[in-house]
T-cell receptor, first 110, second 115 residues
């Protein structure tokens, strides 16, 4: 059964304190791994798609990496506006839908 | 960009009434749309997948007669919650995907409160 586990559940950082969020997955035939950002009361906002192990993508202070078992979302020198819940999802096999993790709630204090 | 608009953003309805939520892809044609439900501090739970012009595929445990999904065009899908009850109160989110693409883009979500 396809499964996505995100850790930690919550993360509190000081502004400028870099850290990483983890997404571990088991899926038959990975078609893509996705990172989204979700603000309270809003729909998820697309950040990255990773397709194969070794792939990396960057956007501003965020960098996503992928191995055969997990993905990391690295946040460098975060700012308070980076506070949000970060969701990881996988698409595998013949299914078209995404399997989501429960997310990591990130809080960045000034 | 790929913009998905969901309407309304919030709705309050009386128990026993029906509520329709719209999901529109504004700048692309979406052959597939997905409807999710999200509970507080929980992951997004897929309710159903709809392909334009065909019947929606519902996930196990989701009542198709209660959650009516219509995907009549390549830019519009609707979710109707029929005979709503307080336990149907939740955050409903749609997403849309272009044909031959893997990325799905999400609407803003609809907060449904049944009183």
């Amino acid at each position: 059964e396809d499964q996505v586990t995100q850790s930690p559940e919550a993360l509190r950082l000081q502004e400028g304190e870099s850290s990483s969020l983890n997404c571990s997955y088991t899926v038959s035939g990975l078609r893509g791994l996705f990172w989204y950002r979700q603000d309270p009361g809003k729909g998820p906002e697309f950040l990255f798609t990773l397709y194969s192990a070794g792939e990396e993508k960057e956007k501003e202070r965020l960098k996503a990496t992928l191995t055969k078992k997990e993905s990391f979302l690295h946040i460098t020198a975060p700012k308070p506006e980076d506070s949000a819940t970060y969701l990881c999802a996988v698409q595998g096999g013949s299914q078209g839908n995404l399997i989501f993790g429960k997310g990591t709630k990130l809080s960045v204090k000034p | 960009g790929a913009v998905v608009s969901q309407h309304p953003s919030w709705v309050i309805c009386k128990s026993g009434t029906s509520v329709k939520i719209e999901c529109r892809s504004l700048d692309f044609q979406a052959t597939t749309m997905f409807w999710y439900r999200q509970f507080p501090k929980k992951s997004l739970m897929l309710m159903a997948t709809s392909n334009e012009g065909s019947k929606a595929t519902y996930e196990q445990g989701v009542e198709k007669d209660k959650f009516l999904i219509n995907h009549a065009s390549l830019t519009l899908s609707t979710l109707t919650v029929t005979s709503a009850h307080p336990e149907d109160s939740s955050f409903y989110i749609c997403s849309a995907r272009k044909s031959h693409a893997t990325e799905a883009f999400f609407g803003q979500g609809t907060r449904l409160t049944v009183v």
